[in-house]
C-alpha cells in the first residue's frame, strides 16, 4: 500500500484480513503515512496448536499408556516421557513420505531453522542428556512469527518446529488422524480445514493469554542460533486476534468505496457460513469459479447484512460515473469516434446509469473527431469541452496534400478540412467560426524534375557539347602524327576530351528525383570528370615545366608513362576516398521533415545524404590542392616561348575551372535559392567552363594548324623539308617534334658579343 518498494510496482488498495498481534502492529505502524486501519472485520482470528481428539482420549487410557497424560494442556507437554516419546522428532524422521521436507516454509538462519526446522533451548539441554524431543508441525514463518516457537521454548518444552507449508502440514495432519499417529501442528480459525474436521482436531491449551504478557511479544524467534535460548518473552498462548482492514490513504476519500470499507463487517458465524458455503461450491465440478459463485449466493440471500454497507447512490457526473471509448484506431480510419457509455448501467437499460440517481441523466452525443487517439487519451479536459459546444477552428483541423514535382518545377500545396461539411466542403464538420480555409500555394521542387523542359535545354547542350568533344577525340585521334597534335601530347588531349564528356554527363545526372543510382552517380560523375581534366592539365603543365624551366646543361627526358603515373596517382585519392565513402557511409536518397516558408506547415524534402560532411570535405580538400597546385605550375610556365604555346592556354584553362569552383561551392553550401535555379546555375557552369577549357586547350591549335596548312601551300620548299624531316633549329615553332612518347632537350650556353645568350637545340627522339 505505500509509494515504496512493492508498492511501486504492485500497490495493494485494501487488504480486509490482517491478522494484528502486537509485534504486527509495531512493524505495520511504519507505514501509517500512507495507510489507516479501517476498522475491524468483525469476526476474531483463532491461531494455535491443534492434536486429535483420539490422541487426547488415548492420553488417559492407562492401558495404552500406564503414566497417562493430558494432550490437550500444556504442562504434560514438559516432563511426561511417554507424551514426548509419543510426539517423537526421531519418529517423524523415519517417515519417508514426509521427511526430508521437500517444500517447507522456514529457509535457513530464519527463526532459526536448519534444514525447516528449529527447536526449543529445552530440547537442546534434552539431547545433550541423550533425551528425546517432541515435534510440533508449523507451516510457514511468517504466521504469527516466533510467538508460539518462543512461547513453547520458554515453557521448557522440549520441541522441534519443523515448517511444512500450508498443503504439507494439513497433508501430514490428515493423515496421522486417519492412521492414529500422535501428531501436533499449528492451525488457525476460521479456515475450510478445521470447520471441515472440526470432530476430527482440538485444541492444546498453553497458559492464558493476559494482554500484559502478549504485548511483550517481539515477533522474534532463533536470533541466537539453532536451538538456543531466545530474547523473546512470551509464555503464554495465542489470544484471539484481531482482524483488521488495511486501506491505502488512496481511498480515503474516495466514494462509494470510502464509507463502504469503514462499514463492511462479518460475524464469527457470518464467516464460518461463507466458507461452509464456498466448500458446497467447489464441490461442483462444473463450476468455473466457486469463490464468486459463493459470494453471490451469500449476496442474493443477506440483503438485510450488507445494505447497511453502503451510502446512498449519489448523483450522476459523466467524471465520475460515466467513461467513454475511442473508435477508430485500429482500422485506419480517418476520423476518430468518441462514444460514451455508464460504468455501471442498468442491466435491463443500457442508456441508464446502475450506480447514480439524478444528475446527469442522458449520455452524450458521440463526438466525430480528426484528433488522434493518442491526443485523446493523453489529456480529456482538452475536448470535454466539445460535449456542449464545438471548438474554435483553427489551423489544427485542416491538413494540406503536396503534389508531386510538376513539368515546371513547381509543387502545388491544397489545403483541405479533416472532417469536411458534407454539403458544403469550404466549411468544417468538427468546428465552427474562427479561421477560413487557406488558399492553394505553389512552392519550388527541391529537385529539377526530368520532364522541366529547361532540363530538355541542358540535356540538348550537353549532348551537343559531348558530340563535339567526342568529335574532337576523333580529330585528335586522326592527326596525332601532326606536330602541333604531338607537341601537346594527344594522349592527354584525349583524356581531357573524356573528361569533358564526364562533366557533360554531370550536369544531366544533377536532375531528377533522387534515387540510389543518382546519389550514386552524382558525386563520382563531377569529380572524376574534374580529375580526369584537371589532372590532364597540370601533367602538361608539369611537362612544359620539367622540360624549359629547369637548369641548363641538364639532359631532360619526360615520358608518356611518367605522366601516366602521374595521373594514375591522382585518380588513386579519387578512388580512396570514394570507395571509403560508398563503403562507410553511402548518400542515399533520404526524406528530411523541414518547416515550409510558403505556408504554415511542413514538407518533406528529399536530398543525397550521407551522415557526415566528412567524405565530401576530403574531396573538396584534395581537388584544391590539385586545382592550386596545377594554377601554380601552369603559371611558372605561362611565358615559355611561343613555339609552345600551350602554356598560356594552360594557365587560362586552370583559372577558368578555378572560376567555376568559387561559383559551384557558395551556391551548393552557402546561398539558399530554388532547386531548379541551383541546378540550371550548375549545369551551365559546369558545361561553360567545360567548353571554355576545351576552346582553350583547342582553338589555338586549330588556328596554328590552319596557319601551317596555308604556309604549307605557299612554300613548297619548306614543305618538303618539312616532310623530309631535315630542317635543323625551331623555327617558328612548326618543325619541332617535341611531344611524341619521349623528349631530349639540351641546352647550351655560348659566349657572344653580348654578356650571354642562350640557346634551345630540340632534337627529335630516335
Avoid at 496534400?401 to 478540412?417: E, P
Amino acid at each position: 500500500m505505500s509509494s515504496v518498494r512493492s508498492g511501486v510496482c504492485t500497490p495493494t488498495h485494501v487488504n480486509f484480513e490482517v491478522w494484528t498481534l502486537a509485534a504486527r502492529e509495531r512493524e505495520l505502524a511504519v507505514y501509517a503515512n500512507e495507510s489507516y486501519v479501517a476498522g475491524a472485520t468483525g469476526y476474531l482470528g483463532y491461531s494455535g496448536i491443534y492434536t486429535t481428539t483420539n490422541f487426547v482420549k488415548d492420553g488417559v487410557n492407562t492401558s495404552l499408556y500406564p503414566s497417562t497424560f493430558y494432550a490437550d494442556f500444556w504442562k504434560d507437554y514438559v516432563k511426561n516421557d511417554a507424551l514426548i516419546d509419543a510426539l517423537s522428532y526421531a519418529k517423524f524422521q523415519n517417515n519417508s513420505a514426509y521427511y526430508p521436507i521437500k517444500k517447507g516454509g522456514c529457509a535457513d538462519k530464519s527463526f532459526g531453522c536448519e534444514n525447516q526446522c528449529s527447536r526449543s533451548h529445552a530440547c537442546t539441554l534434552r539431547k545433550d542428556k541423550g533425551g528425546e524431543c517432541m515435534v510440533v508441525m508449523m507451516m510457514y514463518d511468517s504466521y504469527d512469527p516466533g510467538y508460539l516457537q518462543a512461547a513453547i521454548s520458554n515453557l521448557d518444552i522440549p520441541a522441534y518446529f519443523c515448517f511444512l507449508g500450508y498443503g504439507g502440514l494439513e497433508a501430514y495432519a490428515l493423515a496421522a488422524q486417519q492412521q492414529e499417529w500422535p501428531v501436533l501442528f499449528y492451525h488457525y480459525m476460521p479456515d475450510l480445514f478445521l470447520l471441515r474436521h472440526a470432530s476430527l482436531f482440538q485444541r492444546v491449551f498453553l497458559p492464558y493469554p493476559s494482554p500484559e504478557q502478549v504485548v511483550q511479544d517481539t515477533g522474534t524467534f532463533g536470533e541466537n542460533g539453532y536451538g538456543e535460548l531466545s530474547t523473546n518473552p512470551v509464555r503464554v498462548d495465542i489470544p484471539p486476534t484481531k482482524i483488521n482492514k488495511y486501506v491505502s490513504l488512496r481511498l480515503q476519500e474516495s466514494q462509494p468505496i470510502g464509507p463502504f470499507l469503514s462499514k463492511f463487517a462479518l460475524s464469527d458465524l457470518i464467516i464460518n457460513d461463507l466458507i461452509r458455503l464456498y466448500f458446497d461450491t467447489s464441490t461442483d465440478t462444473n463450476e468455473p469459479d466457486p469463490e464468486f459463485r459463493a459470494a453471490c449466493n451469500w449476496l442474493k440471500t443477506h440483503y438485510e447484512i450488507w445494505r447497511h454497507w453502503l451510502d446512498r447512490l449519489p448523483l450522476c457526473a459523466l467524471s465520475t460515473h460515466a467513461t467513454y471509448s475511442v473508435l477508430g484506431c485500429t482500422n485506419g480510419s480517418d476520423t476518430r469516434t468518441i462514444a460514451f457509455e455508464w460504468k455501471a448501467p442498468h442491466p435491463e437499460n443500457a442508456s441508464q446509469p446502475f450506480e447514480c440517481d439524478g444528475g446527469v441523466s442522458k449520455l452524450p452525443t458521440p463526438i466525430v473527431t480528426s484528433r488522434t487517439c493518442a491526443w485523446i487519451l493523453e489529456d480529456d479536459r482538452r475536448w470535454m469541452p466539445w460535449i456542449d459546444v464545438k471548438p474554435t477552428c483553427d489551423a489544427s483541423f485542416y491538413t494540406y496534400n503536396i503534389s508531386d514535382c510538376d513539368r515546371h518545377a513547381k509543387r502545388i500545396v491544397t489545403f483541405f478540412w479533416l472532417i469536411a461539411d458534407p454539403v458544403n466542403p469550404a466549411l468544417s464538420a468538427e468546428c465552427i467560426d474562427g479561421i477560413v480555409l487557406p488558399a492553394s500555394v505553389t512552392i519550388d521542387c527541391e529537385y529539377m524534375p526530368s520532364s522541366s523542359p529547361v532540363f530538355f535545354v541542358v540535356l540538348i547542350i550537353a549532348h551537343v557539347i559531348a558530340i563535339i568533344l567526342l568529335a574532337g577525340m576523333v580529330f585528335v585521334f586522326r592527326n596525332r602524327g601532326v606536330p602541333i597534335i604531338k607537341r601537346s601530347q594527344y594522349e592527354l588531349l584525349e583524356l581531357m576530351l573524356a573528361g569533358g564528356v564526364v562533366v557533360c554527363i554531370a550536369s544531366v545526372v544533377y536532375a531528377g528525383k533522387p534515387s540510389f543510382l543518382l546519389c550514386g552517380l552524382r558525386p563520382v560523375t563531377i569529380s572524376t570528370g574534374f580529375t580526369t581534366i584537371f589532372s590532364a592539365l597540370f601533367v602538361k603543365s608539369l611537362r612544359v615545366y620539367r622540360v624549359f624551366m629547369k637548369s641548363a646543361m641538364k639532359r631532360v627526358k619526360v615520358s608518356l608513362f611518367m605522366m601516366i603515373k602521374f595521373i594514375l596517382v591522382f585518380f588513386s585519392v579519387d578512388v580512396v576516398i570514394f570507395v571509403a565513402w560508398y563503403a562507410m557511409d553511402f548518400p542515399t536518397p533520404t526524406t528530411t521533415i523541414e518547416q515550409a516558408r510558403e505556408f504554415h506547415g511542413e514538407i518533406g524534402i528529399v536530398r543525397c545524404e550521407s551522415s557526415s560532411f566528412i567524405f565530401s570535405a576530403l574531396l573538396i580538400f584534395w581537388k584544391a590542392i590539385l586545382l592550386f597546385m596545377g594554377i601554380y605550375v601552369s603559371f611558372l610556365v605561362r611565358n615559355v616561348s611561343s613555339d609552345f604555346q600551350e602554356s598560356m592556354w594552360i594557365f587560362g584553362s586552370a583559372l577558368v575551372v578555378l572560376f567555376g569552383s568559387l561559383v559551384i561551392l557558395p551556391l551548393a553550401y552557402l546561398v539558399e535559392m530554388a532547386a531548379a535555379a541551383f541546378y540550371v546555375f550548375l549545369a551551365f557552369t559546369l558545361l561553360l567552363c567545360t567548353l571554355l577549357v576545351m576552346v582553350f586547350m583547342f582553338v589555338p591549335k586549330l588556328f596554328r594548324l590552319h596557319s601551317v596548312m596555308s604556309k604549307r601551300s605557299s612554300h613548297t620548299t619548306a614543305s618538303e623539308r618539312y616532310a623530309s624531316g631535315k630542317q635543323t633549329g625551331v623555327t617558328n615553332g612548326e618543325s619541332s617534334d617535341v611531344g611524341e612518347s619521349t623528349t631530349t632537350t639540351r641546352l647550351s650556353m655560348k659566349k657572344s658579343n653580348t654578356p650571354s645568350s642562350t640557346t634551345a637545340i630540340v632534337k627529335p627522339s630516335s
